[in-house]
């Protein structure tokens, strides 16, 4: 079992950036793949991008591919999740998560591939 624990969320304003980390403890953090999601009040949780086991490569939805950007340190137990050019509409609580199966692997975009997940940081963009 890991226990994930994200941080770096805040109010910003329009056109901002953040870096969100979550910190991985009690499992081997190279054997997962890492995962970010968001969910904005009233909807659901949405996929904003995964990574590799050892960062070789991510996955991103295409609507969303140059403002965000993942990245791991396994080295620090840490993924990380770089947000540029904030906006409003950006505006939700981030998670990480770790998933058993390979960034190439069927729905590794779905919440239910992933096992663990962190409490959550928010991010609020006003206009």
């Known amino acids: 079992q890991v226990q994930l624990v994200e941080s770096g969320g805040g109010l910003v304003q329009a056109g901002a950036s953040l870096r969100l980390s979550c910190v991985a403890s009690?499992?081997?953090?190279?054997?997962?793949?890492m995962g970010w999601f968001r969910q904005a009040p009233g909807k659901e949780r949405e996929f904003v991008a995964s990574i590799s086991r050892r960062g070789t490569n991510t996955y991103y939805p295409v609507s969303d591919k140059g403002r965000f950007t993942i990245s791991r340190d396994n080295a620090k137990n840490t993924a990380y999740l770089q947000t540029n050019i904030l906006k409003p509409e950006d505006t939700a609580v981030y998670y990480c998560a770790a998933s058993q199966k390979g960034l190439s692997e069927k729905g590794i975009s779905d919440t239910r591939s992933y096992a663990y997940w962190g409490q959550g940081t928010q991010v609020t963009v006003s206009s």
């Open positions: 009690g499992g081997t953090f190279s054997s997962y793949t």
